[in-house]
């Protein structure tokens, strides 16, 4: 079983920044396409920024020259950098990975998603 884990959500003011963290666990294998996705209240969950064919990455509009995501393949770990809050950041932020496991009979390759770090922009 392959699990998500984020951290590093947080209460910032306007302006700030946090940085956002997804560790994958697991008998993993692989580790190919992995996002961040966020979902505010009464809105759908939409794609905040992902790597794409191996190293390309693809941000929201709404983001773009504000967040950065990086990885290391080392630790199986995505990282969500975040400046230059906006009140309209606010959400709950999931991190997304599409992850090639052992299984007892080979391997699997499943969609996985994190449980969910809240991050508040607010003065």
């Known amino acids: 079983q392959v699990q998500l884990v984020e951290s590093g959500g947080g209460l910032v003011q306007p302006g700030g920044s946090l940085r956002l963290s997804c560790a994958a666990s697991?008998?993993?294998?692989?580790?190919?396409?992995v996002g961040w996705y966020r979902q505010a209240p009464g809105k759908e969950r939409e794609l905040v920024a992902e790597?794409?064919?191996?190293?390309?990455?693809n941000y929201a509009d709404s983001v773009k020259g504000r967040f950065t995501i990086s990885r290391d393949n080392t630790k199986n770990t995505v990282f969500l950098q975040m400046n230059s809050l906006k009140p309209e950041d606010t959400a709950v932020y999931y991190c997304?990975?599409?992850?090639?496991?052992?299984?007892?009979?080979?391997?699997?390759?499943?969609?996985?998603w994190g449980q969910g770090t809240q991050v508040t922009v607010s003065s």
């Open positions: 997304n990975a599409q992850v090639v496991s052992r299984t007892t009979y080979g391997r699997a390759q499943g969609n996985y």
């Open positions: 697991g008998r993993i294998i692989s580790i190919n396409a």
């Open positions: 790597f794409i064919n191996g190293g390309s990455t």
